[in-house]
Nanobody
Protein backbone atom coordinates (compact mmCIF):
# COMPACT_ATOMS: atom_id res chain seq x y z
CA UNK A 1 0.00 0.00 0.00
CA UNK A 2 1.56 3.28 -1.07
CA UNK A 3 -0.86 5.63 0.67
CA UNK A 4 -2.61 4.61 3.87
CA UNK A 5 -5.42 6.84 5.09
CA UNK A 6 -6.94 6.55 8.53
CA UNK A 7 -8.98 8.44 11.10
CA UNK A 8 -12.46 8.31 9.64
CA UNK A 9 -15.49 7.42 11.68
CA UNK A 10 -18.94 8.39 12.86
CA UNK A 11 -19.34 11.69 14.67
CA UNK A 12 -22.13 14.08 15.52
CA UNK A 13 -22.58 17.48 13.96
CA UNK A 14 -20.26 20.04 15.51
CA UNK A 15 -17.60 17.51 16.47
CA UNK A 16 -14.09 17.10 15.07
CA UNK A 17 -12.00 14.42 13.38
CA UNK A 18 -8.39 14.23 12.31
CA UNK A 19 -7.48 12.23 9.23
CA UNK A 20 -3.98 10.97 8.58
CA UNK A 21 -2.38 9.68 5.42
CA UNK A 22 1.02 8.02 5.40
CA UNK A 23 2.97 7.68 2.17
CA UNK A 24 5.34 4.79 1.77
CA UNK A 25 8.87 5.09 0.51
CA UNK A 26 9.65 8.39 -1.18
CA UNK A 27 6.58 8.78 -3.34
CA UNK A 28 5.65 12.03 -1.62
CA UNK A 29 9.14 13.50 -1.49
CA UNK A 30 9.20 16.73 -3.41
CA UNK A 31 5.50 16.67 -4.23
CA UNK A 32 2.36 18.33 -3.03
CA UNK A 33 -0.34 16.33 -1.31
CA UNK A 34 -4.05 16.74 -1.07
CA UNK A 35 -7.35 15.54 0.27
CA UNK A 36 -10.45 14.91 -1.78
CA UNK A 37 -13.84 13.56 -0.86
CA UNK A 38 -16.65 11.79 -2.64
CA UNK A 39 -20.19 11.66 -1.35
CA UNK A 40 -22.71 9.09 -2.63
CA UNK A 41 -23.93 10.05 -6.08
CA UNK A 42 -21.48 12.93 -6.39
CA UNK A 43 -18.17 13.47 -8.11
CA UNK A 44 -14.90 13.47 -6.25
CA UNK A 45 -14.11 17.01 -5.11
CA UNK A 46 -11.00 18.80 -3.95
CA UNK A 47 -10.95 19.64 -0.25
CA UNK A 48 -7.45 20.77 0.65
CA UNK A 49 -3.93 20.75 -0.71
CA UNK A 50 -0.46 21.50 0.59
CA UNK A 51 2.82 22.04 -1.20
CA UNK A 52 5.99 20.06 -0.62
CA UNK A 53 7.54 22.49 1.83
CA UNK A 54 4.30 22.83 3.74
CA UNK A 55 4.13 26.61 3.63
CA UNK A 56 1.36 26.93 1.05
CA UNK A 57 -2.14 25.58 1.40
CA UNK A 58 -5.34 25.70 -0.57
CA UNK A 59 -8.89 24.89 0.46
CA UNK A 60 -12.29 24.39 -1.03
CA UNK A 61 -14.64 27.21 -0.11
CA UNK A 62 -16.90 24.61 1.53
CA UNK A 63 -14.32 23.72 4.18
CA UNK A 64 -12.19 26.82 4.51
CA UNK A 65 -12.00 28.05 8.11
CA UNK A 66 -13.14 24.62 9.38
CA UNK A 67 -10.51 22.24 7.97
CA UNK A 68 -6.73 22.50 8.21
CA UNK A 69 -4.22 20.52 6.16
CA UNK A 70 -0.69 19.95 7.36
CA UNK A 71 2.20 17.57 6.79
CA UNK A 72 5.00 16.30 8.98
CA UNK A 73 8.58 17.50 8.73
CA UNK A 74 9.66 14.49 6.73
CA UNK A 75 6.85 15.18 4.30
CA UNK A 76 5.61 11.63 4.28
CA UNK A 77 2.43 12.09 6.26
CA UNK A 78 -0.37 14.54 5.60
CA UNK A 79 -3.13 15.39 8.04
CA UNK A 80 -6.57 16.89 7.76
CA UNK A 81 -7.98 18.42 10.90
CA UNK A 82 -11.73 18.76 10.49
CA UNK A 83 -13.65 20.92 12.94
CA UNK A 84 -17.31 21.80 13.27
CA UNK A 85 -18.35 18.94 11.03
CA UNK A 86 -21.83 18.90 9.54
CA UNK A 87 -23.85 16.20 7.75
CA UNK A 88 -22.85 17.66 4.35
CA UNK A 89 -19.28 16.60 5.13
CA UNK A 90 -20.28 12.94 5.04
CA UNK A 91 -18.19 11.24 2.36
CA UNK A 92 -15.28 8.96 1.66
CA UNK A 93 -12.12 11.01 2.06
CA UNK A 94 -9.10 10.28 -0.13
CA UNK A 95 -5.53 11.45 0.17
CA UNK A 96 -3.31 11.78 -2.85
CA UNK A 97 0.20 12.71 -3.97
CA UNK A 98 0.47 15.34 -6.70
CA UNK A 99 2.79 15.24 -9.70
CA UNK A 100 4.31 18.63 -8.83
CA UNK A 101 5.56 20.28 -5.67
CA UNK A 102 2.81 22.89 -5.50
CA UNK A 103 -0.80 22.92 -4.34
CA UNK A 104 -2.94 21.14 -6.93
CA UNK A 105 -6.72 21.31 -7.03
CA UNK A 106 -7.38 19.19 -10.13
CA UNK A 107 -7.61 15.45 -9.39
CA UNK A 108 -5.88 14.76 -12.70
CA UNK A 109 -2.82 16.39 -11.21
CA UNK A 110 -2.30 13.54 -8.77
CA UNK A 111 -0.38 10.32 -9.37
CA UNK A 112 -1.07 8.28 -6.25
CA UNK A 113 -4.29 7.78 -4.34
CA UNK A 114 -5.09 6.24 -0.99
CA UNK A 115 -7.90 3.78 -0.44
CA UNK A 116 -10.21 6.25 1.25
CA UNK A 117 -11.58 6.55 4.74
CA UNK A 118 -15.27 7.02 5.49
CA UNK A 119 -16.45 10.02 7.48
CA UNK A 120 -20.06 10.02 8.59
CA UNK A 121 -21.58 13.00 10.37
CA UNK A 122 -24.96 12.60 12.00
CA UNK A 123 -27.29 15.49 12.70
Amino acid sequence: VQLQASGGGLVQAGESLRLSCAASGSIAKGYGMGWFRQAPGKEREFIAGINWSGDKRGYSRFVKDRFTISRDNAGNTVYLQMNNLNPEDTAVYYCAVANVGEVVTNPQGYNYWGQGTLVTVSS
